[in-house]
């Protein structure tokens, strides 16, 4: 038979022993096996959206599609999160043999790393501050770091100190910087905004705030106005770990007085 206005066959009605088939379901495909690198990757990205104060085992479990005990068979507590994703920032990372020739540069590299990775995510500054790096997995950067301060001939007691300085120098830095971006988070009515401030903006002000002091009562703001402020983060952050290196400089041996206090050969 034919449908004779469209001139194409009809077709047949089913068969009586055909049987009936249930109409296809959507298949799932199959959800990755939960572990304790998907928990800290997941944290990771609760941290950058609501930051540490809206980070909670609860909110990394929402983010999983998980219960939160689901998480305890892989994290022990909020604290021991939080001290996988520090320890996590370290990743790939490793300090070159001590060279005392070239130390100071490798403290500078060293120390823009170590802003870098704390950069890389939210709050990890306020993170890291609440973090002593003497776990199985951090202390041989601990270690290593010791090695180019006491290799570069600084006495102990003050290599001992330089390591928690370098440390506290970069964490407080990426603080200030992690505070100014929240600041311009909520100015902008998104507070979960990663968007960088306008630096540059934001330091002519406070440069032309300085330079209009009266002269008579603040002679030294106005002197220094277009140097205390500048628009460069960057800048900011080496000026500040150089004055620090030239400081531990300063407690080097002089070589041309232990010459001259060394005793002759017989």
């Given amino acids: 038979m034919s449908d004779p206005a469209a001139g194409t066959p009809t077709p047949p009605p089913p068969s009586p022993w055909e049987r009936e088939r249930p109409a296809r379901t959507h298949v ?3 959800r990755a096996p939960l572990s304790r690198e998907r928990v800290v990757e997941a944290a990771f990205t609760v941290l950058d959206r609501q930051g540490l104060d809206g980070l ?4 990394v479990a929402g983010e999983l599609g998980v219960t939160v005990s689901a998480l305890y068979a892989h994290v022990s507590s909020k604290d021991d999160l939080l001290e996988l994703m520090y320890t996590r920032l370290f990743g790939g990372f490793e300090m070159p043999a001590p060279d005392p020739e070239r130390w ?6 060293y120390a823009r790393a170590g802003r870098k990775r704390l950069l890389s995510h939210r709050d990890m500054a306020r993170i890291s501050m609440a973090h002593v790096p003497f776990t199985a997995e951090l202390l041989p950067h601990v270690e290593s770091l010791l090695a180019v301060f006491r290799t570069a001939g600084l006495p102990d007691r003050i290599a001992a100190e330089a390591g928690d300085l370098i440390s506290t120098y970069i964490d407080g830095f990426v603080l200030e910087e992690g505070m100014w971006q929240d600041r311009a988070a909520r100015h902008s009515g998104d507070a979960s905004s990663l968007a960088r401030p306008d630096l540059g903006e934001m330091a002519a002000e406070m440069q032309n705030y300085f330079a209009s002091l009266p002269p008579g009562d603040f002679p030294h703001l106005r002197a220094l106005s277009g140097l205390m402020v500048t628009g460069s983060s960057d800048e900011r952050f080496d000026i500040g770990l150089e004055i620090i290196l030239r400081g531990l400089a300063s407690y080097l041996p002089d070589p041309d007085s232990a010459a001259h206090t060394a005793p002759e050969a017989t």
């Fill in 28 to 30: 799932t495909p199959p």
């Fill in 104 to 109: 100071q540069e490798q403290v500078r590299d």
């Fill in 56 to 59: 909670s085992m609860r909110q």
